[in-house]
């Protein structure tokens, strides 16, 4: 269990050094992210499991992952204009262009509209 506390304050620390690096210069992000994240380590203080801890611990890596490679800091530097913070790590994919006229290969469906619309259910011709 002693092994465990000390992975857990490994864990705390290295949420809230990427959470200083995540949102530098944003002091309102700041306060948010460090009362967010003292709040759920205070709220499961008490949980003496060791494999719920672990599970824990393994959230608190993939919440870590998050913020370092898929949160984005912008600020607007004029009207209009926007200034992104990307670093290194910052997971990044291809930018396909938005295309206003672009229609899916399979057409536009929509519920309750196009040929059948006004067709009852089981309306079928007996003869």
Known sequence: MTNLKALVLQ???KIHRTRLR???GDEKAL???RLKINDEFRKN???RDEEAIKAMLKFGDD???ELRTQVIQAREVKPGVFEAKISQETLKME???YNDSAIP???IKRKGKGC???QKPNDTKTT
């Open 22 to 24: 995540v949102f530098d």
């Open 95 to 97: 930018n396909t262009p």
């Open 105 to 107: 290969e399979g057409g």
């Open 45 to 47: 203080q008490n949980v």
């Open 31 to 33: 306060l948010a992210a």
């Open 116 to 118: 059948c619309q006004n």
């Open 63 to 65: 919440v870590e992952r």
């Open 11 to 13: 864990n705390f620390k």
